[in-house]
């Protein structure tokens, strides 16, 4: 029973970071995250918030939780995939799924990997990259659970308290 999304569990300055990044890389969602702030009624035009840095803007998003569960997954995607492919890339190799630098091949057909092979990426992210690999399998569990075979079964061991 998962309480908060993985996007969630990231650190505020983290969240705001990525938010940035997308903001820097889409003139598209800088334009939807300003829609949703001045829709909450805080007193803030458009015109002006189209001007602030994206630094900023970042930071006025994660400040009223303006992200979607779609962002959320964006912004996981873009954190394992583009900004940070290493955990993945940890994953992949560890369960023997072609990629390069953390991508995988767009034509690859879920599930990418057996059970076991799953078990294997899991293990190896844990040990190689702590917490942070931790998320990283929660991520796949909520997100992307059929292309991986037993990822429930692995981060229900993973939160299980010790000794359970």
Known sequence: MATSS????????RRVALVAHMLKASREMRAVYVDRIVSKGRGFRAVTLMSWPADKLAREVVRLGAESAQDELDLLHL?????????????L???????????????????????????????AVRERH?????RYLRTLARYAREGWPGIEDVVTELDAPAGA
Do not use: C, W
């Not at 023997?96 to 092979?117: C, F, Q, S, T």
């Not at 702590?130 to 931790?134: I, Q």
């Open 6 to 13: 993985p996007y969630r569990s990231l650190p505020v300055e």
């Open 79 to 91: 954190l394992y995939v583009e900004v940070e492919p290493a955990i993945q890339a940890t994953f």
């Open 93 to 123: 190799d560890a369960a023997g799924v072609k990629h390069e630098n953390g991508r995988m091949a767009e034509e690859l057909e879920p599930p990418y990997a057996d059970a076991e092979a799953v078990r294997r990426g899991a293990a």
């Open 130 to 134: 702590g917490e942070e690999g931790a």
